[in-house]
Structure formats: C-alpha cells, structure tokens
C-alpha cells in the first residue's frame, strides 16, 4: 500500500484523545473538540506540530486556519488537501479529522520515498467546520475563498458573546498569514461517510459527485410569561407552544412531498425561557437547519416557511423573527477529479459509487476556487455522526487515504 496504514491509525487515535469526553448515555468515549475551545486548541497545537514535524513550511493566517506546505519542483499553483479537526461537542474520532491526518498522511509517505512531486503540496485544517459554537459552518474556508469577509467572520459571537476574534486571540491562533487563498491547482478532500449509503450496498469507498444545498435559520420567539395555573389558554402567548408547531410544521413540510422527497429539517437548538415548571415561556430562540439537494425546492421551502412563521404570529399573538445564519447553494464537483477518483479505485480493485454529500464540508468551499472533489469513506452503525459512536475501519480508512495520495501525486505532476 502506498500509505502506512497503522501509523495514520495511530494519529486518528491519538487526535481523538483530545478534547476526549465520556458520554453518560451510552459510556462511548466520544469527542468533544468545540472550535476554539482549549480542547480545539491543544488538538491545533498538536496537528501543527505534526505539520512540522514532516517538513511542512506551516502558515497560520488571520482566521486561524493552518496551512502546511511542501515544495515541488517548480513554484506553481499547489495541489492542497485537508478538512477540520473542531468537532461538534458530541463527536467522534473520523469527521474532519480524517481528512486532515490523511492528507498527512500522504505527505509522511511521499517524504518516506524522498519522492519530489512538480507542484507544491499544500495540506491544512480550517477554522470551525462544524459551526455548532459560533452559528455558521465552513467558518474558515467560507473566508479562505472569500464568501465571508474576514471582519464579519471575527466579529461572530458564541452563546456567551466571545467573539471568534477574540478566542482566536485567547488561544494563540490569531495568525497573521493572508487568509485569502490564491487558486489552487484542485483539492481533494477524504472524509467519513457519516451515513448509511456505502456500507449498506458494500462499497469500499465513495465518490463524492458534490454537496446538497444548505439553510440554517436562528428563530426568536418572543411572547409573554404567565402563570402556568391561573392563566387561561385563551389568554396566553406561549412561545414554547409556538416553538413546538413549527417544529411540527417542519415535519410537515416534508410529508407533503412538495418539495421533493431528500429535503430534510432539524430543530436542532431548543433555548427557553424562563425554562421553569411554573411559567408559560415568554421566549424561545431555536435553529432551523434545512438540506435540500435541489436549489428551487430550497428557496421554495425557506419561502413556505417564512409565510408560516407570519401567519403563525399572528394566529399566536407572538413576535417571530428569522435570522439566517448560513446558507450555501448546492455544489457540483469537478467532473474531471470524480473520473480521476473512479479510476484510481477501479484500478485498485475498490469497489465504489457516486455519492452526493448530505453534509457539508471545506471541500464545497474550495470547489470554488479550483477542480475540487471527495473521497468518502464508509462508516459502521448506519453511518451514525455528530454521535460519539461514530466509527470507521483501519482498513477503510487506510483505502480512502491511499486513493487520497494517487489523487493528489497525480494531480501534483499534471502541467
Ligand atoms: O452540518 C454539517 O453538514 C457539517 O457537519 N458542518
Ligand atoms: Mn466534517
Ligand atoms: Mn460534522
């Protein structure tokens, strides 16, 4: 195998001890790596120091995301690879971190052969994939491309107001590297599943075709407080019953099949108050988070849903505002890296399909700058995410990784 297989098993589990919790529902040990927490920072501190370790000419630039290089030949456009290593605080060991350890990983293997490749290999992780702490996913890439500005990205404030600026600050990663990345030559990125598809039709590993349109939306609620026993129902602006029927209506919205039949919705966030037995909720601030595979039925939805939320203020008697907080169209990757990908893993006699990504990555990201597509790698327990029993194979890891390195010392010597 062109890649050493335990040693990226190795680095997979030694990442994973950062940030480390034990979960009191199920005893797993998950991972708990919240951007810009300490956690996120000692496993920053320690990917860095691998970094430079294999020889990479390491940038941190003023979003915190870390950049490692390693020169080719001639001084062109780089190949560049890489994923997150924040994670959500009810992770596992493989989402992010597999796509970082494995581009280094290819480097660790192309050093171990002193192999020279024409372009320059650039590897990294960026800054709050996940966006769980700070409201907004892709956070570092976003900005790395130019979809977010770097000032409106650092002002982004968590629950208790810190600002990404700020932490960035606190935990010594506030780089001063330019974070607008000049075009790459492609970027290919591995990442684990994290669904049932592959492993349910026995494929080795999938070719990401792209990623699926996504939505995420922060309700305020705001009614009035009242005694939970003398207040009639007639009476009342309950924003927790409100919160409820668009919780509901979500349901709804996708049973109706109107807009199509892949659209999926999550209330993932539920804040009330003032969240005692006693008193009808006078406020509710949820999230909305939306997938859609086709653009037109995901405006329509977000359309159907703003009607819904007006008219159930007024049926309530309760304030209701939207907030968006992230949205990305759909995202089709390069025709010519899929094929490049499918060859590879026909070549190696791994048993493969297309896939279209129901997550999204740094990879959709990229994919506007240069020729950009994804290894996928499957998971055990229906793909279970975002679930500390989050799980992957050596050997499964070990195959996306290796067609990981085909794909990028292929790409690495093209003109
Ligand atoms: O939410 C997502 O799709 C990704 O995990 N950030
Ligand atoms: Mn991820
Ligand atoms: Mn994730």
């Not at 990226?8 to 990442?15: D, E, F, G, K, M």
């Not at 702490?133 to 107001?161: I, P, Q």
């Not at 590879?344 to 700058?369: C, F, V, Y």
Request: proline share 4%; aromatic share 4%.
């Amino acid at each position: 195998m062109n890649i050493d297989s335990d040693r990226l098993w190795r680095s997979i589990s030694a990442l994973a001890e950062v940030g480390a919790y034990t979960d009191e529902a199920t005893g797993l040990v998950g991972v708990n790596r919240l951007a810009l927490t300490d956690a996120d920072r000692d496993g920053r501190r320690l990917v860095k120091k691998w970094f430079e370790e294999a020889g990479l000419d390491v940038r941190v630039d003023r979003i915190g995301n870390v950049i490692g290089r390693r020169a080719g030949k001639e001084d062109v456009a780089p190949v560049m690879s890489g994923s997150h290593i924040d994670s959500v605080p009810t992770g596992g060991a493989f989402d992010g971190a597999l796509g970082v350890l494995g581009a280094l990983e290819v480097v660790r293997a192309l050093n171990d052969r002193g192999l020279a490749t024409r372009r320059p290999i650039e590897i990294g992780f960026f800054t709050d994939e996940e966006g769980a702490r700070f409201g907004t996913d892709m956070l570092g890439s976003a900005t790395a491309v130019g979809r977010l500005a770097l000032d409106d990205a650092l002002a982004l404030t968590d629950r208790d107001d810190l600002t990404v600026g700020g932490e960035l600050e606190r935990i010594g990663f506030k780089g001063d590297a330019p974070e607008r990345l000049a075009p790459p030559h492609a970027y290919v990125e591995v990442h684990i599943e994290q669904g049932p598809i592959l492993a349910a039709n026995g494929r080795d590993l999938g070719v990401v075709t792209g990623v699926q349109a996504i939505s995420w939306q922060e309700v305020t609620i705001v009614g009035k407080s009242a005694h939970a026993g003398t207040t009639p129902m007639s009476l009342r602006r309950d924003a927790g019953l409100a919160a409820a029927r668009i919780n509901l209506h979500l349901m709804e919205m996708i049973q109706s099949g109107k807009y199509g039949g892949d659209m999926r919705a999550t209330m993932g966030q539920i804040d009330v108050a003032p969240n005692r037995v006693n008193i009808v909720p006078s406020r509710v601030v949820c999230t909305v988070d939306l997938r859609n595979p086709y653009d037109d039925l995901m405006t329509k939805a977000e359309r159907d849903l703003a009607a819904f939320l007006e008219h159930l203020a007024a049926q309530m008697g309760v304030e209701i505002t939207a907030r968006q907080t992230a949205r990305t169209a759909s995202v089709e990757f390069a025709g010519r890296i899929v094929d490049l990908l499918e060859r590879n893993m026909t070549a190696a006699d791994l048993n493969h399909e297309r896939i279209l990504s129901g997550a999204g990555h740094d990879a959709q990201e990229l994919a506007s700058l240069c020729p950009t597509a994804m290894i996928f790698v499957p998971g055990l327990y229906d793909g279970i995410s975002h679930n500390p029993r989050e799980l992957s194979t050596q050997e499964a890891c070990a195959n996306g990784v290796s067609m990981l390195y085909e794909a990028l010392v292929a790409l690495a010597d093209e003109p």
